[in-house]
Structures are given as C-alpha cells and as structure tokens.
T-cell receptor, first 112, second 114 residues
Framework: LAKTTQPISMDSYEGQEVNITCSHN???????ITWYQQFPSQGPRFIIQ???TKVTNEVASLFIPADRKSSTLSLPRVSLSDTAVYYC?????????????FGTGTRLQVTL | DSGVTQTPKHLITATGQRVTLRCSPR?????VYWYQQSLDQGLQFLIQ???????AKGNILERFSAQQFPDLHSELNLSSLELGDSALYFC?????????????FGSGTQLSVL
C-alpha cells in the first residue's frame, strides 16, 4: 500500500488559491489518487480523484505529474468554509481486497 | 447526505461493557469499511467486508469484531471496553467493482467510555 506524505497544516487567506501537495513515491501502477475533505465531527467527503495528468471538477483540480510520485490538490479562491482537514489517499481495488488507509492529513485554516 | 447511515450517533458506556455499532451502506454498495478516529488522530482502518465476507483487516483489536449481514448492513462489536476506546467510529461504503475506489462515509458514532 502506497504511503503518503502531506504537510501537517497550511494557512491561507480567503480568496486565495491553495495548493496541497501529497507525496506517494511507491505508488503502484493500478493505484488511483483520491482526496477527501473532513470537517470536525463529520465523516470525510470525497473531493476529487485522478490517475494521471489533470482532473478538474466544480470544487477542485488535481494535478498529477507523469511519474505519479506526487499529486497536488488545488482549491481555487478558498473561503472560510474550506477550513478542514484534507486527506490524500492512494490505493485501488485489487479484486480481492482494498485496504484504504488514510494518512494524518493536512489541516487547512482559512482566515479573513 | 452520503447515503450511509450509522446508528447510534452517540453512545456513552462504562469500562468493561460491550456495544454494537450499526451501519447501513448506500444502496447498491457491496463493500463496508470501518474506521476509528481518536481525538486529533487520523483515520485508522479497522476492517473491510465485501458482500458478507471479510476482505481486509487493519489495526483492529481482538476485543473488536465485525460482520456484514445478507442485507449488507454491518455491525461493529466492541467488547471489554477501555477508556482508550473512546473515539469516533466511521463506516464507509463503496461499490468495490472497479479499480478506482471512492468511499462514502457515514456521519459516525461518537463512543464515550467512562
């Protein structure tokens, strides 16, 4: 299972773009990269998922370089409500089992 | 709303007791995961079930057990409870029929062991 490394915390002002990078040096060929957002006392919520290059949805973009050893979650123009913990998860369903383990995540604090 | 239902939302009990946490996955999802999150800790994977069968085990204590029933709901049993078992317990579900796995989490059960 690929181990992930993220910054423990980040601070940003409202309206700025925030980029959170995750390192996953031993990512496997079949592994996908998924990001989740968690607010206090709530379950994590899926944000975005990708395999390679760039993926964009209505809330975020995910940039994955060619070697796939890292990925960057980009949150455009953050607001106070984006204050949360962001988890990078690397894994895949192998057909027999999937053991999706979260790292410690990145605590994003957005202020005015 | 993720579509995953966990009950109860809160549970207060004493050391040495036994409790059961329940999870109903999203309609159509065959896989259920259990996670434990202690204060200021990340999510610790406990166990996964797929269509009634245990598929993967994480850092689950021997005092803990789980099962998935034919209707696909799952229960996590915690016995001989200790103070350190106080945590948020999350259930997640997924379809598990494709390489890319997206987890949908319930709102959790807050367990307090006094």
């Amino acid at each position: 299972l690929a181990k992930t490394t993220q910054p423990i915390s980040m601070d940003s002002y409202e309206g700025q773009e925030v980029n959170i990078t995750c390192s996953h040096n031993n990512i496997a060929t079949n592994d996908y990269i998924t990001w989740y957002q968690q607010f206090p006392s709530q379950g994590p919520r899926f944000i975005i998922q990708g395999y390679k290059t760039k993926v964009t949805n209505e809330v975020a973009s995910l940039f994955i370089p060619a070697d796939r050893k890292s990925s960057t979650l980009s949150l455009p123009r953050v607001s106070l409500s984006d204050t949360a913990v962001y988890y990078c998860l690397v894994g895949s369903y192998t057909g027999t089992a999937s053991k999706l383990t979260f790292g410690t995540g990145t605590r994003l604090q957005v202020t005015l | 709303d993720s579509g995953v239902t966990q009950t109860p939302k809160h549970l207060i009990t004493a050391t040495g007791q036994r409790v059961t946490l329940r999870c109903s996955p999203r309609s159509g999802d065959l896989s259920v995961y259990w996670y434990q999150q202690s204060l200021d800790q990340g999510l610790q994977f406990l166990i996964q079930y797929y269509n009634g069968e245990e598929r993967a085990k994480g850092n689950i204590l021997e005092r803990f057990s789980a099962q998935q029933f034919p209707d696909l709901h799952s229960e996590l049993n915690l016995s001989s409870l200790e103070l350190g078992d106080s945590a948020l317990y999350f259930c997640a579900s997924s379809t598990s029929d494709r390489r890319s796995e997206k987890l949908f989490f319930g709102s959790g059960t807050q367990l307090s062991v006094l």
